[in-house]
């Protein structure tokens, strides 16, 4: 069972009480910076912390339900799929998300 | 020693008369708050929020936990005061507690009535008073099927939308001949009732209810005339009586309420009473408005400070009652020696009645559009002529001349029925986004996705939009996308409805995204903050990064910080000090302002707390929708053609007014003659000393929309620049559109209308009041995070770099 997930690798970014509501963390791993978000829901989402438009950082972003709305010419980006809204166009890589007995974990 | 204040009652009344009580002095006394629910202070109003199922508890909270904790009240929640001993100055409680009071409230409200019929107390069988009631009801919901409201006033009336909402069939049950007559005239009560059966309600009316039947638990109602319905929850909403009890075994004079004075004094000294249990000159009240009034003028008195006493309120009644605005006001009914006037439009729901009474407007009623509520409201308090109302009132705004369908429907009609497309938001469709084609209409609202057969109605639309009808709806602007409310509608409703949060306005107003979004999220959280200074506080998760952070965000995510330079009159001492701060951050680049300040770009998430504590000036603002700088010239001190103190006016209209928030950043100068070295002209104010005097300038703009500043007045002195400035701010604040500039809002609103406003001495004065309101709320940020680890961490710190693991 172990051996057909060898290469995947993930990361505990600390408890859920720590991420709080609808305000994004910025984590890096390695060379990757990726923006953490606890929706209104209790769900966590992790996604690329670059917004496709500028590079903005979007765990500085307003977030409503699934989405952030990029601090720097306010794209919104979903945080389930990563695809910008219309009218714009464009795409952040998006990780798994998962809580087990109160951390919160991203898998690489 | 601090005198011991007990209040019997947590609820709104009450409260609020607490919460009026620390205004005035926080130290005062030792506070103690008892209530039977096992809950912290909730807005009842909102109640049936809760049954409907979308709105939480926590939601509905006017006062938290920690607010009782945060002012040093104790609070016994779920706890029954049983006696008050008047002689000895103490009460007891169900729990045997013991307390002693130097003065007592009472705010005991008022009781659910339950029908004394046989029966009224089979299980299934509730009142629809508190949150118990709700969430029996709920539970019920989960089991039961058929549900009986008996008593169809306001009350009846929600719990029944909620238990539909909840998936039950439900009768209504009155005992008049029509619904709501408390409120409504006989016209507006079967509009009212036919737009109740549309939704799905059952009314029976003339029914007197003789006996609730069951084995066990209720299984229906039994009316006098003999018939009967099946019924698995019965819920009792026929009025409420003023809680009283308490109040009469001590001793305390009662009628119907426990009887006050005009300062809420009962008949025994030290013993007051305030809210739904109180009885001023013969009326009690129960809609929160006169409340609150009277909450404050005890809160006064109480803290020995009497000013105005309370002489009774004069009520109006603007309500939604499932879906529909109704508003009555005064003397609504049509009665002898009155002469109405009325429009009765059935098509599109809309029924307008005016009760004149000698030629003067005595009372009102509005059914589907309430819009003109407030206005006749004011009319009939001042007893206006029937000559002043205007004839727009009764305008039949829909009733195009072209005959066509498309004209003559009604905004609130359904064009397309798969996808539940109205006509209004069609139009406001095609208008807000200047839509040409049917495919457009369809991409934006829906309408026409599915089997297509309203395409003809839609191109109706589309042409009937291109001709002068796209100004009705053009002119009303929706904060955003995610409500159809304008921005008028969204603060009377905030106001009206005493909504606190940016959560509760957007759960209670419906908005269609739950949880808006970047541009209504921020403006909710600007107007909140300009009804409640001091009491609302921002939510951080509400604000655009810059307002979050309290700095500029830059292209590359670092930021800025731009301190607070007076005037843009610096000192030595200032400059090295932000000079080693400077360099012991690495600043990538330090840069001189427009406005007359130094800027330091590049600072790092992290380190703006630090920078702040270290340079020891109050911020800038530079990133704010507020005062940002005040630009002087040199004056008369060094220049040679200065007339006046630019630069000492400069700074004290920059210390008066820094920290306040407006809708859009405000920026001023101020001149020392007309050569205007500060630029006053394209300025939001702009002041140009001249010979004697000061000319005051408004509404100019330098940035996007190029505008020379008109010119408002001209004073004397420099007490009147900062009263003029201050009045001109502060009805910005009130008027505006959040993030419109003072140049896009002097244009709408008219500098006439302007002037009319600012040079009325007493509206001035009011306004003034407000503005210092505001103004002493506020704190400077920067210090207040540099204070605050909680709020560093909240904010500024992230989460770091983390090491992988493989997933096991």
Redesign the interface.
């Known amino acids: 069972m ?1 051996g057909e ?2 290469e ?7 408890t859920l009480e ?1 991420l ?4 994004g ?6 060379n990757r910076e990726l923006a ?1 978000f606890r929706t ?1 829901d209790d769900q966590v989402f992790a996604v690329e912390n670059r917004c496709p438009h ?4 979007l ?7 699934e989405y952030v ?1 990029c ?2 010419h ?1 794209w ?1 980006i979903c945080l389930r799929d990563g695809q910008a809204q219309a009218p714009d166009e464009g795409c952040v890589k998006t990780y798994r998300a998962a809580v087990k007995d109160g951390l919160v974990y991203v ?2 | 020693m601090r005198r011991k204040l007990v209040l019997i009652g947590n609820g709104m009344a009450g409260v609020r008369c607490i919460e009026e009580i620390l205004k005035f002095d926080r130290e005062a006394f030792e506070i103690t708050i008892f209530g039977s629910e096992p809950h912290p202070n909730y807005n009842r109003i909102l109640l049936s929020k809760v049954l409907q199922g979308d709105t939480r508890l926590d939601d509905i909270t006017l006062n938290s936990w920690e607010w009782y904790e945060r002012n040093g009240i104790r609070l016994f929640a779920g706890e029954t005061v049983t006696e008050v001993d008047i002689k000895r100055r103490l009460v007891r409680t169900d729990r045997g507690r013991v307390v002693e009071y130097d003065e007592l409230i009472f705010a005991t409200g008022s009781n659910p009535f339950i029908l004394p019929v046989p029966g009224a107390d089979l299980p299934g069988v509730t009142a629809f008073r508190d949150i118990q009631d709700c969430e029996r009801m709920i539970e019920y919901a989960k089991t039961y099927k058929k549900a009986a409201v008996i008593g169809g006033g306001l009350l009846g009336l929600e719990a029944a939308r909620g238990l539909l909402h909840l998936g039950m069939d439900v009768d209504v049950i009155h005992i008049f001949d029509y619904l709501m007559e408390r409120q409504l005239d006989p016209t507006a009560s079967k509009l009212l009732q036919r737009e109740l059966e549309k939704q799905g309600m059952n009314v029976l009316l003339r029914k007197e209810t003789a006996e609730l039947f069951g084995n066990g638990r209720v299984e229906g109602v039994r009316f006098k005339d003999g018939t009967s319905i099946a019924a698995d929850l019965v819920v009792m909403a026929v009025g409420i009586r003023p809680n009283v009890d308490l109040a009469r075994r001590s001793g305390i004079e009662v009628n119907r309420g426990i009887v006050v004075n005009d300062y809420l004094e009962t008949s025994v000294p030290h013993i007051y009473a305030v809210g739904e249990c109180a009885e001023h000159r013969g009326v009690v009240y129960g809609l929160v408005a006169p409340l609150y009034e009277q909450g404050k003028v005890l809160a006064e008195a109480i803290c020995g400070r009497k000013g105005k006493p309370y002489e009774g309120s004069v009520v109006a009644t603007q309500l939604k009652v499932s879906g529909v605005d109704v508003f009555s006001a005064g003397e609504f009914m049509d009665g002898e020696g009155t002469e109405s006037i009325k429009l009765y439009d059935e098509a599109r729901s809309v029924y307008k009645k005016v009760v004149v009474r000698q030629g003067k407007i005595v009372g009102a009623v509005l059914f589907g559009d309430t819009s003109e509520g407030r206005k006749l409201f004011d009319m009939i308090q001042r007893g206006d002529s029937v000559e002043a109302l205007s004839l727009s009132l009764f305008a039949p705004a829909a009733l195009g001349g072209k005959g066509s369908l498309a004209a003559a429907m009604a905004d609130t009609d359904v064009v397309c029925g798969c996808n539940g497309v109205t006509k209004g938001a069609i139009c406001q469709a095609i208008a807000e986004h200047g839509l040409k084609t049917v495919a457009e209409v369809r991409d934006y609202t829906n309408a026409s996705r599915s089997c297509g057969g309203c395409k003809g109605l839609v191109a109706e639309l589309l042409e009937h939009m291109l001709g002068e009808e796209a100004n009705r709806y053009a002119v009303k602007e929706t904060i955003c996308g995610c409500t159809d409310l304008s921005r008028e509608e969204v603060i009377a409703s905030i106001k009206e409805k005493r909504l606190m949060t940016v959560k509760e306005v957007m759960s209670v107003l419906g908005w269609k ?6 541009k209504c ?2 403006a909710l959280n600007y107007y909140l903050g300009m009804l409640y200074p001091g009491e609302y506080d921002e939510e ?7 307002e ?2 309290h700095a500029n ?1 830059q ?1 590359d ?1 670092t930021y800025s910080v731009v301190p607070r330079i007076y005037g843009g009159v610096t000192t030595a001492e200032q400059l090295r000090n932000i000079a080693d701060v400077a360099e012991k951050y690495n600043v990538p680049m330090i840069k001189i302002t427009g406005g007359q300040r130094i800027d330091l770009l590049g600072v790092k998430k992290e380190d703006l707390p630090r920078i702040w504590a270290d340079l020891g000036m109050p911020s800038g603002y530079a990133y704010a929708k507020a005062l940002r700088t005040v630009k002087t010239c040199v004056g008369k001190q060094f220049c040679r053609f200065g007339t006046q103190d630019s630069t000492g006016l400069g700074i004290r209209m920059e210390q008066t007014f820094e920290r306040l928030k407006t809708p859009h950043k405000v920026k001023m100068a101020v001149s020392a003659c007309p050569r205007n070295c500060a630029e006053s002209g394209i300025k939001d104010v702009g002041v140009v000393g001249v010979e004697g005097g000061w000319e005051i300038y408004v509404g100019g703009n330098g940035g996007t929309h190029l505008r020379a500043a008109d010119l408002l007045c001209t004073v004397k002195t420099e007490d009147e620049v900062i009263e003029m400035t201050g009045a001109f701010l502060q009805y910005y604040r009130e008027s505006a559109h959040y993030l419109e500039r003072t140049s896009k809002w002097v244009e709408r609103v008219g500098l006439e209308h302007i002037r009319e406003v600012l040079f009325d001495v007493e509206t001035r004065c009011a306004l003034l009041e407000r503005l210092h309101k505001a103004l002493s709320a506020t704190t400077d940020p920067w210090r207040d995070i540099v204070e605050n680890e909680r709020l560093q961490q ?2 500024f710190r ?11």
Request: with cysteine; charged share 30%; proline share 7%.
């Open positions: 172990q997930d060898e995947r690798m993930k990361v505990e970014v600390g720590q709080p509501k609808r305000l963390k910025c984590v890096r791993v390695g953490l209104g500028r590079g903005g950082d765990s500085q972003g307003i977030v409503s339900g709305f601090p720097l306010d919104k898998e690489l | 995204n739950e949880e808006g979004c970047s999220r921020p951080a998760e509400s604000l655009f990064v810059n979050r952070l965000i292209a995510g909240l904010l992230d989460i770091g770099d983390k090491e992988p693991v493989p997933v096991e």
